[in-house]
């Protein structure tokens, strides 16, 4: 008679050999025993039939998709992260312009975070009301890219101007610097140059590279803040003031 | 639907060079890494810990090991397993750091009825199983079965593997699966005995 209840001593003994099964564990000898089992056991077949069709239904269990702020905020971890990241080209002069460091970091995660994979609804600007304020007009996520990208072209521009006019100045007072410290200093903005140039060639071939539009920043940040200090050394050594090149030097040499 | 031989091949070149774009420092290809592989990292996360809020936080954080630790990924296995392995580690590891001894005495309490419990409704076995009941299921398990059952029914991993993950033997995790699917065919049935 067949057995449709577990309460056997055989049942228990088979129902390891049951999951081994689901498992695809068994091994040779034992599978027999088991066929020869279930044969006469209602129970146990029933018990095997649920265990396949847990597993079945286990192994094809549907993903759940992360809400949209994860990869936000992931983006933005990656973003600082990167920002923080050690120079990877030069190690030179110490970190000058923290108001403007905060605009391009700020102006660069705005790109990172528009150009993300956001499935929000953004309304569009024709969805407007005709006569409203200008400042309530939503710009399109296109928009905002072009002009985060007008503002990534005026920050360049500005950094640019700012080390023209440096540079003019450095020129016309160089002769009031050591030969030796001259050099050094005239070394040390050509590794810098370097890195603008390998920058700007990255960002030609790959326009949305985040790594590479940080670099140049980091290096025009690095330019502006080793010209600064050239020209104020220039200044402190016209006057004779040895303490203060002294003081400016020590800056330099610990950045 | 599974993937036949040829679209793996297809979705590990694919990965091979989204790696390689990574590498490089291309933050777009980073997006699409995210693209393919968030949702299944994010479901291990979710199901090992049985919480959306930490999954969204593990899932961040694994994916910033990765940009960390992808020049240590050799391609020897498919990015996606090696992708997988590190969710499976870094969700247990949260899990074991957030519940601690507590978690283990509770286990130990529960292991006593796992067993006792009797089924109490007929389950339909013909019938397909509702994915969202076993899913709802699993959350009713002790902690201990569940990251066994998980682990080797849902993610495929092998008992030495979750032995190893867990810490514990490889007969233990036998045993811990063996309870789970019992204590499941427990809580199925008498879900089913309700409809």
Request: proline share 4%; charged share 25%; with cysteine.
């Amino acid at each position: 008679m067949e057995r449709d209840t577990l309460t056997d001593d055989d049942c228990g003994r088979f129902a390891a050999l049951v999951h081994d099964r689901v498992s695809g564990t068994t091994g040779g000898a034992s599978q027999a025993d088991l066929d020869a089992h279930l044969a006469s056991c209602a129970a146990c077949r029933s018990l095997l039939a649920d265990l396949v069709a847990m597993r079945g239904a286990a192994a094809g269990l549907p993903d759940f998709t992360p809400r949209t702020e994860v990869w936000t905020n992931l983006s933005q971890r990656l973003a600082a992260e990167l920002a923080a990241r050690p120079r990877p080209i030069w190690t030179g002069a110490r970190v000058a312009l923290a108001m403007a460091a905060t605009l391009v970091v700020a102006v660069a995660s705005s790109v990172w975070l528009l150009r993300g994979p956001s499935t929000a609804p953004v309304p569009q600007a024709s969805a407007v009301p005709a006569g409203a304020p200008a400042a309530a007009v939503i710009q399109s996520p296109k928009d905002l890219v072009q002009d985060v990208d007008e503002h990534l072209r005026i920050a360049d521009e500005h950094y640019a101007k700012a080390i023209t006019g440096l540079e003019q100045v450095v020129k016309g007072g160089e002769g009031a610097l050591d030969p030796a410290l001259a050099a050094t200093l005239a070394k040390n903005l050509g590794v810098i140059d370097q890195a603008i140039t390998e920058s700007r060639e990255a960002i030609k071939t790959q326009p949305n590279n985040q790594l590479a539009q940080t670099s140049l920043f980091e290096a025009l940040r690095q330019k502006v803040a080793l010209l600064e200090d050239t020209v104020a050394l220039i200044n402190v050594m016209r006057k004779g003031d040895q303490a203060g090149a002294a003081k400016i030097l020590g800056g330099l040499s610990k950045s | 639907m599974a993937m036949t031989p040829s679209d793996r091949t297809e979705a590990n070149r694919l990965d091979r060079d989204i790696v390689q774009r990574c590498r490089r420092g291309d933050l777009g290809a980073f997006e699409e890494l995210y693209k393919r592989h968030g949702s299944r990292l994010y479901t291990v996360a979710y199901r090992i810990t049985g919480s959306a809020a930490d999954a969204e936080d593990l899932v961040q954080d694994i994916f910033l090991q990765v940009y960390r630790r992808l020049d240590s990924f050799r391609g020897e296995a498919a990015l996606g397993t090696w992708l997988h392995r590190l969710a499976v580690n870094a969700s247990l590891d949260f899990v074991r750091s957030k519940q601690g001894r507590r978690q283990r005495v509770t286990d130990t309490a529960e292991d006593l009825d796992a067993i006792a419990a009797p089924a109490n409704g007929p389950w339909r076995p013909d019938a397909a199983l509702d994915r969202m009941d076993l899913d709802r299921a699993i959350a009713q398990l002790p902690p201990s079965y569940r990251r066994a059952f998980l682990l080797h029914d849902v993610e495929g991993l092998e008992h030495h593997e979750i032995g190893e993950s867990l810490g514990i033997a490889e007969g233990t995790s036998k045993s811990l699966l063996f309870k789970a699917r019992t204590r499941l065919r427990v809580i199925l049935r008498g879900r089913s005995g309700v409809r």
